[in-house]
């Protein structure tokens, strides 16, 4: 797996074996980045169920900020760690190694990127519902093509969604 834009570009990223996390498809995370463009640049980017943390290092290597990591497999988030070392991003990085209901509420962040395990079906309306207040410029999920999120969330607005094989994203905004 590889960065596929901006500073970092070309990249590798190291990734956990076995199917433990399910990194998003190279196609797809461009196609999301061409979306936000320049509007992550200088931004808080929070990458929840963070998995290889390849979409929060994407964000931080198109001019993010900061990239705020919630991941709930220590394992994962040594990997999340490590690919930051790698890379020199550690202070503008934080690596958060819990559930994410347990800190969704305490999360600040201009874009929120949440790609749970796609059978985890009520993780997406617990998290959605938790983000629903939040002052954010977007909230995006990741999900299989057989899952279709609400078009509310309370405040939160389906906008648009992005199709790539077997994934989709679904792009809310504050209405």
Same mark, same amino acid.
Request: some cysteine; overall charge positive.
């Given at each position: 797996?590889?960065?596929?834009?901006?500073?970092?570009?070309?990249?590798?990223?190291?990734?956990?074996?076995?199917?433990?996390?399910?990194?998003?498809?190279?196609?797809?995370?461009?196609?999301?980045?061409?979306?936000?463009?320049?509007?992550?640049?200088?931004?808080? #980017?929070?990458?929840?169920?963070?998995?290889?943390? =390849? +979409?929060?290092?994407?964000? &931080? *290597?198109?001019? %993010?900020? $900061?990239?705020? #990591?919630?991941?709930?497999?220590?394992?994962?988030? =040594? +990997?999340?760690?490590?690919? &930051? *070392?790698?890379? %020199?991003? $550690?202070?503008?990085?934080?690596?958060?190694?819990?559930?994410?209901?347990?800190?969704?509420?305490?999360?600040?962040?201009?874009?929120?990127?949440?790609?749970?395990?796609?059978?985890?079906?009520?993780?997406?309306?617990?998290?959605?519902?938790?983000?629903?207040?939040?002052?954010?410029?977007?909230?995006?999920?990741?999900?299989?093509?057989?899952?279709?999120?609400?078009?509310?969330?309370?405040?939160?607005?389906?906008?648009?969604?992005?199709?790539?094989?077997?994934?989709?994203?679904?792009?809310?905004?504050?209405?």
């Amino acid at each position: 797996m590889r960065v596929i834009g901006g500073k970092f570009r070309g990249r590798r990223l190291r990734s956990l074996d076995g199917a433990g996390t399910r990194p998003m498809l190279g196609r797809l995370r461009q196609r999301l980045f061409d979306i936000l463009q320049d509007g992550i640049v200088g931004r808080v #980017f929070a990458d929840l169920y963070a998995g290889t943390g =390849a +979409v929060g290092i994407e964000a &931080l *290597s198109r001019g %993010a900020g $900061q990239s705020i #990591f919630v991941e709930s497999n220590p394992r994962a988030a =040594a +990997v999340i760690r490590s690919n &930051l *070392s790698a890379l %020199a991003l $550690q202070d503008r990085a934080r690596v958060r190694v819990c559930r994410v209901r347990s800190i969704v509420g305490r999360v600040r962040a201009d874009v929120f990127f949440l790609g749970p395990p796609y059978a985890e079906h009520r993780e997406y309306s617990r998290t959605m519902a938790a983000l629903q207040g939040k002052a954010s410029d977007w909230v995006i999920a990741q999900h299989g093509r057989d899952l279709r999120l609400r078009d509310r969330y309370g405040s939160l607005e389906k906008v648009r969604i992005v199709r790539a094989g077997n994934s989709r994203l679904s792009l809310y905004r504050p209405a």
